[in-house]
Structures are given as structure tokens and as C-alpha cells.
């Protein structure tokens, strides 16, 4: 006979989300990155009280005044002003909350229409997935940008607009993921369980699946936060995205783009933002992949 | 092997036809089309006279079914802004982005499979880090800021590459680069787990224990192996380049497919518009549906599943 192990009680206890808090709270990455992302969200948050001028008020008096760093720049406007003689450090920080906004508003919408897909093709199978991988191709064949570039170019941009239409778009990994997640899922006997004492499928898909594929939906979403902000950014940088006298880090890089030889940095600055913010999120998402991977299976 | 062909063949026709629907009802459907094409500031009439001219006062399936008859017949329909046949439009704008693609996807293999490679066979040292960190860095580097970067760079400080145009092969340096960077990570990674993989099997010992010469044990009995998966995930790559290529061409102002789709857009050239967009969506499908039939002639394992 084997010899028999105890495990002490108190570890089975512990729940995996309380493990994967405990370990993220130890994960380098996911402090660095997390930290960077709040910075972002609180000047994006407090943007009205942090300066004192209006984004979109132009002066033409002070048109391309030097940031702080040149030799006639001053801290009144500490990066300048644009070609409209708009603060520069101003539009930086109301850019932030179009990007984070835009984000987070289209995960949403992408995030419930690709796990609602997935979750169907992975828990019932068959036919069901049969049509929804369909869909998935379908939907990897058109091109991204160009598509969102026709359908706000033809409706006319508008914020509310770009949201549904990159929603609309970026639902496809997280249908793949999920699709994958659930399908694991399926097949356990805690599923089977559940069916067998006569769980309804709502109950069993809300109570018993999704809680189960939470690690994976939160690591897709960051994954696809940042491909959202990319992508209004591309857009908006294509001159059919955000419109003014709304701000965003791409629309700036576009108007800035004629200052390359003589003003660089009028690129680099909001560039280096939106680098930024996408580098922390990607840090975060990497930082959740590897807590909410079961331990040994990293 | 017949039946897998017919099946992703099926899979493919049905693909394309029903994107060529979405691109249809995208242009048709987002807003009324004879009013873009009418421009700002027409008048009602203006535009029932264009809506009347084109034909766009008919029934939407009607719409459908003349385009595609036109299409299976080779006839794109006509660019009212250009005044030419779409067909000769895109003849003109396709070896510009082909080219551009080809010469992305040739960077982006000559990078990442040799650095896949010693990633591999050194792994979690210097090389595999600084790889890995180049994936990280380039997945937070928005491609028109890249591309932006390499211009002020080569093109303003440097002065050594031409920024904009598409005359000589100088000019496709820059945004091969830029468009091809973005396929690295994704080859890198494959190159690198392949490897280290096949660096274990038994065959690799054995043709150590021959003697043979590392370089010779790395390229003949290792790589040849690895490389399986890497060639059909570059033809999907390839696929993607095609479909992003719309920002690369409008910064250089590379004269391709992309270009023309956005000045297309800027000017509600519906006809072109959608010949771009099913174009597109067609190579993508053909390019996958390439890299699946690759993949199954050189791995059994998975016609058969």
C-alpha cells in the first residue's frame, strides 16, 4: 500500500481567485503596468482640473510656442502649443480619455458578443460550432481597418460610431479563446454533475462555465483593450476616426505629422503616450496570463 | 487527401461568397451612396439624378446579383471619379502592394527565423531575451508611429532613403520594414518552440553522434522540421500585411491597393471601394486556404484528423 500524504487542509481551502490576487499583488509586471495605466486614468479623470486651458480653444497668437525644454520654451505651456495654438500638454490629457474610453467601451461590446459566441460553440458543439467558426472566418477574411475606414467614412464619424463599429469588429479572439476555454470545460464531470441533478443550461452556463473561464476572458481583454486603442488610433491617424474638436493621441500624431521635419517631438509626445499606455497594458495582461494560469502549467 | 481539398475548397467558395454580400451591403447600406457620390452641398434632384444614373434606385438584390454577373464576367464596374475601368485602376495599383508585400514577408522571415533559431538553441539567455523583448516592444509600437520613426530617422536625419513614392526599389526599403515587422513576433515564436522541440528528438542526437557539423544538425535535421508550421503561418501573415497596408501606403504615399482604398473612401468611389474590399477579403481566403493545403501536404497528421 502507498503511503498516504495529507495536504494540510488549509491550501485546498483557498480559493483560485484568491490565489491569483495573491500572486498578481507579487507580480512585478502587473505593478509596474498597473501603475502606469492609473496614472493615465486619473489624468484622463481629473483632465479639466489639471490645466487651465480648453483643448480645443485656439489662440493664434501663440501659435507653436517651444515646450519648456527649448531654449525659449516656459512652463505656461510646458509642451508647447500646436499649429492653432492650442496647449499642447492640454490636448495630451483629454487625448487619454478618448483612448481610454474608446478602449474600454469597445470591449465591451466585443467582449460580450465574442464570449456569447464562443461559449455556444464550445458548450453545445456540433452544428453550433460548426456556424460560429464559419462566422469566425468570415470575419478574419475582411480586412479591419479598411472595413471600419468605409463604414465611418460613408456614415459619417462620430464617437459613438467608432465605438460600435471596433466592437463590432475585434470580437474574434475573444470567441477563439472562449470557444477553446469552454470547450475544455464541457466534458468535466462537475458539468456532467451539475446537468445530472438537473441544473438548467442558464444555470449551468452562468454558475459552472463562466466562472471557470474568467482567467482567460480577463487576459483576452486586455489583449484586446489595447488592439482597440490601436486601432482608433490607426483610424483616427488615417483622418477617419476621432474628429475635433474631440482630441485623441492618433488624431495629434495626424496634425502633427507635417511638423516632422522641423518639430518632431509634436509626433514623439503623443506617440510616446500612447507607447506607453499600450506597454501597460500588455505588461498587466502578460502579468494576468501568468496568475491565472493554474500553478505548474505556466 | 481528395476529400480534405474538397471540403476547405467548399469552406473557401462560401467564405468569399458571402464576404462579397458584406462588401456589397458595407458600401451600399452605410449611408446613401448616390448622396456621397453627389458631394456636399447637392441638391435633392442632383442626387435622384445620381441615384437614377447608377442604377442605386433599384431593389438592393437586384444590385447584388448584376454586380456579381458583372464580376464573373471580369467586369469591375467603372470609377466615376477616375473615369476608368476598374479593372485597369487595379491593374495599375496591385503590383505596387504585391511587391511592397512579398518584400515585407521576405524581412520578416530573414528576421525572425534566424533569431527564432538561436532563441531556441540558447534559450533564456541574452539572445532569447532581447527577442523576446523586440515581440514586447513591437506589439506597443503603433505601425504608423514606426513608420513615422524610420522616416524622420532615414529619411529626414540620415538622409539616406527616399520618403515618399514608389520609383525605385529604394523606396520600398522603408515600408517593407514598417509593414513586415508587425509578422516578426508571431514567426519568431513558432521558429523558436519548433525548434526547441525538434532540438530534442531522437533524429537530431543521432545525426550529433554521427558527428556531423552543428551548423549542419541545426539547418538539415533541425530547422527543415520547424520550418513546417512557419510556412503556411507566413502565407496567413501575408494575408494580414495586405489588409494593413492602407496606413503604411498612405504615409509613404506608396501608390498600392491601400492608397487607392483611402483615397477611394475619401471620395465615396464606391465601385472601387468594393472591388478593394472583396479583393482583399479574396486573397486573404485564397492565401489561408494555400496555407491549410500546405500544411496537410506536409503534415499528414492532419489530413487525416
Do not use: C
Request: net charge neutral; proline share 5%.
Amino acid at each position: 500500500m502507498p503511503p498516504v500524504t495529507h495536504a494540510p487542509p488549509l491550501q485546498i481551502a483557498v480559493s483560485p481567485t484568491r490565489v491569483a490576487v495573491g500572486r498578481a499583488l507579487r507580480h512585478g509586471s502587473f505593478w509596474v503596468g498597473g501603475l502606469i495605466i492609473l496614472v493615465i486614468l486619473l489624468a484622463a479623470i481629473f483632465a479639466p482640473w489639471l490645466t487651465p486651458y480648453d483643448p480645443s480653444i485656439q489662440d493664434l497668437g501663440q501659435r507653436f510656442v517651444a515646450p519648456v525644454w527649448a531654449e525659449d520654451g516656459s512652463w505656461a505651456h510646458p509642451l508647447g502649443t500646436d499649429g492653432l495654438g492650442r496647449d499642447y500638454l492640454t490636448r495630451l490629457l483629454f487625448g487619454a480619455r478618448i483612448s481610454l474610453m474608446i478602449g474600454f467601451l469597445t470591449i465591451l461590446i466585443s467582449g460580450t458578443i465574442g464570449t456569447a459566441m464562443g461559449v455556444a460553440a464550445g458548450y453545445w458543439g456540433g452544428w453550433v460550432d460548426l456556424v460560429v467558426n464559419f462566422i469566425i472566418t468570415i470575419r478574419l477574411t475582411l480586412p479591419v481597418v479598411l472595413v471600419a475606414l468605409v463604414v465611418v467614412a460613408l456614415i459619417g464619424s462620430s464617437l459613438s460610431l467608432l465605438v460600435m463599429v471596433i466592437g463590432l469588429l475585434l470580437w474574434d479572439r475573444f470567441a477563439i479563446v472562449m470557444r477553446s476555454a469552454t470547450q475544455q470545460l464541457a466534458s468535466r464531470e462537475y458539468i456532467t454533475s451539475a446537468r445530472t441533478i438537473g441544473s438548467s443550461t442558464t444555470r449551468i452556463l452562468i454558475r459552472e462555465i463562466m466562472p471557470n473561464i474568467m482567467g482567460p476572458l480577463i487576459v483576452v481583454a486586455s489583449i484586446e483593450l489595447a488592439h482597440a486603442i490601436l486601432l482608433e488610433a490607426a483610424l483616427s491617424f488615417l483622418g477617419l476616426g476621432v474628429q475635433p474638436p474631440n482630441v485623441s493621441w492618433g488624431l495629434m500624431v495626424a496634425e502633427a505629422k507635417s511638423q516632422l521635419l522641423f518639430r518632431p517631438w509634436m509626433i514623439a509626445v503623443p506617440g510616446a503616450a500612447l507607447v506607453l499606455l499600450i506597454f501597460a497594458i500588455n505588461l498587466v495582461g502578460d502579468a494576468l496570463r501568468d496568475v491565472t494560469t493554474p500553478e505548474g502549467k505556466a | 487527401m481528395l476529400f480534405f481539398i474538397l471540403k476547405r475548397l467548399l469552406v473557401t467558395f462560401l467564405v468569399v461568397a458571402v464576404t462579397s454580400v458584406i462588401a456589397f451591403l458595407l458600401v451600399h447600406m452605410s449611408g446613401d451612396p448616390a448622396a456621397a457620390m453627389a458631394g456636399e452641398g447637392a441638391s435633392a434632384s442632383d442626387i435622384a439624378a445620381v441615384r437614377e444614373l447608377f442604377g442605386f434606385d433599384r431593389p438592393l438584390i437586384l444590385q447584388y446579383l448584376d454586380w456579381i454577373g458583372r464580376l464573373l464576367q471580369g467586369d469591375f464596374g467603372r470609377s466615376y471619379y477616375l473615369r476608368m475601368d476598374v479593372v485597369d485602376v487595379l491593374a495599375e495599383h496591385v503590383p505596387v502592394t504585391a511587391t511592397l508585400g512579398v518584400l515585407a514577408l521576405t524581412f520578416a522571415l530573414a528576421l525572425s527565423i534566424p533569431l527564432g533559431v538561436l532563441a531556441a538553441l540558447r534559450p533564456n539567455t541574452v539572445i532569447d531575451r532581447i527577442s523576446l523583448w523586440l515581440a514586447v516592444a513591437g506589439q506597443a509600437l503603433p505601425s504608423f508611429l514606426f513608420a513615422l520613426g524610420l522616416m524622420y530617422l532615414f529619411g529626414v536625419y540620415l538622409r539616406w532613403l527616399p520618403i515618399s513614392g514608389d520609383s525605385t526599389w529604394a523606396h520600398f526599403i522603408m515600408p517593407s520594414v514598417a509593414l513586415g515587422y508587425y509578422a516578426t513576433p508571431a514567426i519568431m515564436r513558432l521558429t523558436r518552440s519548433g525548434m526547441l522541440d525538434v532540438m530534442q528528438a531522437d533524429h537530431v542526437r543521432t545525426a550529433r553522434a554521427y558527428g556531423l557539423t552543428p551548423w549542419r544538425v541545426v539547418v538539415r535535421h533541425g530547422l527543415r522540421h520547424a520550418i513546417v508550421p512557419v510556412v503556411s503561418l507566413a502565407a496567413v501573415q501575408l494575408g494580414f500585411m495586405l489588409g494593413g497596408s492602407i496606413v503604411i501606403e498612405t504615409i509613404f504615399s506608396l501608390k498600392g491597393i491601400g492608397h487607392l482604398a483611402w483615397e477611394s473612401i475619401q471620395r465615396a468611389d464606391i465601385e472601387v471601394i468594393q472591388a478593394i474590399l472583396l479583393l482583399i477579403a479574396v486573397a486573404y481566403a485564397i492565401l489561408t486556404l494555400v496555407a491549410d493545403l500546405l500544411n496537410a501536404a506536409l503534415d499528414p497528421r492532419i489530413r487525416i484528423s
